[in-house]
């Protein structure tokens, strides 16, 4: 399995002008996801900071990305790479806050 076959499992519209560019060629992902998917590298990391077990923030985190991709998606305005970047690595720092809420709960159950 070659990596471009493995990045294709991975759900993106892969639009390239929505895309973050490398020496002018686009990565395989969008700038969002590329920061989505990249923010999971910190997941290790938030264990240990106190605020990451907030479930009502993880999903407060979710909201900027939200509001930029319906907003953009409804054709109300265009977003740009910067807050596709910004978003992304919010919502993904978001769903690592879920993931160690929902470790968090399944410790206390299995407890
Ligand atoms: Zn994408």
Known sequence: MSKGDLLSIIP?????ERSLKIKGRPLVLCARCTAIYGSYILLPFLYF????HNLFLALFLQLPMLIDGFTQKWKW???NNTLRVITGLLSGI???MMI???ADL???LLS
């Open 106 to 108: 399944l410790k206390e």
């Open 100 to 102: 160690w809420y929902a």
């Open 49 to 52: 900071v106190p605020l990451v």
């Open 94 to 96: 978001g769903q690592c």
């Open 12 to 16: 993106c519209h892969r639009r390239p």
């Open 77 to 79: 305005r265009e977003s």
